[in-house]
């Protein structure tokens, strides 16, 4: 029987995920998880076949633990799912060796046909994210300076452009204060800024954030 991990902190989420693959793909086990550490535990303990992967999760986001998985499991397919737009994160979820990426806004039309061909061994590109990807290849030379932070990097980004402040992002990660400035102080150059409110207005004029 195929088993099946499926990492969402929210469980009306994994609830809808789960009716979806027991739909398409009839008897399966299914194991969840609700952060990033429990993720990487269960595909440890449990072996799942398959890794459904939210990009938003307590701890880690889903592709920062790609990396992760794969050292665990180099074969291990892991498809991300996320609420926010290909133009954000799609790019950035293949080139850390996601099998494929969908948006949930389309899970019920996309996720059977990736999950498959996933399992086969090859890679999910929705429409969407192929014009994605070809307009991020054409101007790879010219990317914004966003676009050259880490993932953790980004992550650290979007809770200060939201308006928390260093201890708080450093209990929410589950990191120290100090490795929180540190992070900070690499956004500050690559993004150009001076100081929180700089980082939340590059945030606004590119996107990044609601």
Known sequence: MKK???ADDH????????????????????I???????????VVDEKPCMVLADIKMPGRSGIDVLQDIHQIDPDLPVIILTAF???????RALENGAAGFVNKAHVNAELPTAMRRALEGGRYV????AEVLAEYLGKKSSRQPHEALSEREMQVTLMIASGKETNEIAKELSLSDKTIATYRARIYEKLNAKNNVAIARYAMQHRLVD
């Not at 737009?85 to 790019?91: I, L, T, V």
């Not at 929705?126 to 994210?129: T, W, Y």
């Open 4 to 6: 099946i991990l499926i």
């Open 11 to 30: 469980d009306v989420v994994r609830t809808g995920l789960q009716k979806i693959i027991t739909r398409e793909f009839g008897e399966v086990e299914i």
């Open 32 to 42: 969840e998880a609700s952060d990033s550490t429990e993720l990487i535990g269960k």
């Open 85 to 91: 737009p290909e133009s954000q994160y799609g790019a």
């Open 126 to 129: 929705s429409a969407q994210l």
